[in-house]
C-alpha cells in the first residue's frame, strides 16, 4: 500500500485511521465539483509559491549584482587613482630632472666665466707694466641670464667689462 494513498478506516470513527502511536487523519469521499475546486486552489497555491520563489531568486540576484558593480566600481577606483599617481610620479621626476640639468648648465657657465677670470688675473699678474693693477669684478645671477662686470685698474687707467650671458630658454 502506498503510504500516499488515503482510504477511509474501518476502526473506529470514520475518517481516522490510528497508525502506531498518532492519529492520521484520511480523505473523506469528495463530490465531482469541489475536486475541481480544490485543483485550481492548489494550483493557484502552487502558482503563488513559485511566484514568491523567483521573486526572492530576483531579489537575490539584484542584491548580487548590485554588490558587484559596487566592488567593480572600486577596483576601476583604485585603478585610476594609482595610475594618476604614477603618472604625476613620472611627471614629477622629469621636472626634477629638468631643473638639475639647467642648474648644472648654468653652473657651468658660471664656473667657465670665472676661470676665464682667473686666467686674465694671472696673465695680468705676470704682465710687467709700470703700475700694478687688480680687479675688482661682481656678477648677477638671474633665472634667463648671468650679468658679469670686471674692472681692471692699472695705475691711471681703467678697463671695464660688462657681459650678460643668455641661459637657453626651456622648451
Given at each position: 500500500m502506498d503510504y500516499r494513498e488515503k482510504k477511509p478506516c474501518k476502526v473506529g470513527t470514520p475518517g481516522y485511521a490510528k497508525l502506531g502511536s498518532g492519529v492520521v487523519r484520511a480523505?473523506?469521499?469528495k463530490k465531482e465539483g469541489e475536486e475541481q475546486k480544490?485543483?485550481?486552489i492548489q494550483a493557484w497555491w502552487r502558482g503563488t509559491l513559485v511566484c514568491r520563489t523567483l521573486l526572492h531568486a530576483?531579489?537575490?540576484a539584484c542584491i548580487i549584482q548590485y554588490w558587484w558593480r559596487q566592488r567593480l566600481e572600486g577596483l576601476l577606483e583604485k585603478k585610476r587613482s594609482s595610475v594618476l599617481e604614477n603618472y604625476t610620479w613620472e611627471k614629477w621626476?622629469?621636472?626634477?630632472?629638468?631643473?638639475?640639468v639647467r642648474?648644472?648648465?648654468t653652473r657651468?657657465?658660471?664656473?667657465?666665466?670665472?676661470?676665464a677670470?682667473?686666467?686674465?688675473?694671472?696673465?695680468?699678474?705676470?704682465?710687467?707694466?709700470?703700475?700694478h693693477g687688480f680687479f675688482q669684478g661682481r656678477?648677477?645671477?638671474?633665472?634667463s641670464q648671468l650679468r658679469l662686470e670686471l674692472d681692471i685698474f692699472l695705475g691711471s687707467h681703467i678697463c671695464r667689462i660688462t657681459d650678460c650671458i643668455p641661459f637657453p630658454k626651456k622648451n
Amino acid at each position: 500500500m502506498d503510504y500516499r494513498e488515503k482510504k477511509p478506516c474501518k476502526v473506529g470513527t470514520p475518517g481516522y485511521a490510528k497508525l502506531g502511536s498518532g492519529v492520521v487523519r484520511a480523505a473523506l469521499p469528495k463530490k465531482e465539483g469541489e475536486e475541481q475546486k480544490t485543483i485550481k486552489i492548489q494550483a493557484w497555491w502552487r502558482g503563488t509559491l513559485v511566484c514568491r520563489t523567483l521573486l526572492h531568486a530576483a531579489l537575490r540576484a539584484c542584491i548580487i549584482q548590485y554588490w558587484w558593480r559596487q566592488r567593480l566600481e572600486g577596483l576601476l577606483e583604485k585603478k585610476r587613482s594609482s595610475v594618476l599617481e604614477n603618472y604625476t610620479w613620472e611627471k614629477w621626476a622629469v621636472v626634477k630632472l629638468q631643473s638639475w640639468v639647467r642648474m648644472w648648465h648654468t653652473r657651468l657657465c658660471y664656473c667657465r666665466l670665472l676661470q676665464a677670470a682667473r686666467i686674465i688675473q694671472v696673465c695680468w699678474c705676470w704682465h710687467n707694466c709700470q703700475a700694478h693693477g687688480f680687479f675688482q669684478g661682481r656678477y648677477d645671477l638671474k633665472a634667463s641670464q648671468l650679468r658679469l662686470e670686471l674692472d681692471i685698474f692699472l695705475g691711471s687707467h681703467i678697463c671695464r667689462i660688462t657681459d650678460c650671458i643668455p641661459f637657453p630658454k626651456k622648451n
